[in-house]
């Protein structure tokens, strides 16, 4: 059988069994911010850092970064890790301010491009290269305009015609080679 306290030792048990639970919250409070503290330094930071051609990209949530110029640009791959194709690409330059099209048979691919040249174009618009198959309400646009065309092919290039630049390549190897479009348009390579 319980025993019956007196309204002061109830009030008096429940003031001890709250300051106990708050100590031990922030106890471990306490310890959840120390452990996330030591896990976050910057030793993991020097590993994941790279210096190619004189500009420096650092790793962070699976993206490479890099600032070039005045503008930060994100990499899902580093210039050390896409294939190197000779071809001959127009520069950033072309792109600035003007409306960027994309004709694109992989979303990764687009989204890489997208997140990059967002920053400098004018807008970007989904498009269909004249006389190719269209699906959809989309606009029709020819090499006069900047259209980036990316499809799957059995052998990986980047080449541009006028202002079109076709990034063919196999399925899993496209967004390297958005990539490597990128740092070719970006003087990095």
Known sequence: ???????EEEA?????????????????MLFSVLGYS???????????????NGFEF?????????SIGNIQFSFKYNPKQVEKISSDI?????YYNKPLYISSENIEAESEVYR?????VQRVQEACLENEKCTGDLPYKTCKDNLIVIKESGSNSI???????????????????????LFKILDVE
Not at 41 to 50: N, R
Not at 58 to 66: A, H, K, M, P
Not at 90 to 94: C, M, R, S, V
């Open 1 to 7: 059988m319980r025993r019956i306290g007196s309204a």
């Open 58 to 66: 650092i790793e962070q949530n699976n993206f490479w970064l890099s």
């Open 90 to 94: 127009k520069t950033l330059d072309n």
């Open 12 to 28: 008096s048990k429940r003031k001890r069994n709250q300051i106990i639970v708050g100590i031990v919250l922030i106890v471990v």
């Open 116 to 120: 990059n040249l967002v920053q400098v």
């Open 159 to 181: 080449r541009q015609e006028d202002n079109c630049v076709f990034i063919d390549g196999k399925k899993d190897d496209l967004v390297k080679l958005a990539d490597e479009f």
């Open 38 to 52: 030591f896990q976050g330094g910057d030793s993991s930071t020097k590993d994941k850092k790279i210096i190619y």
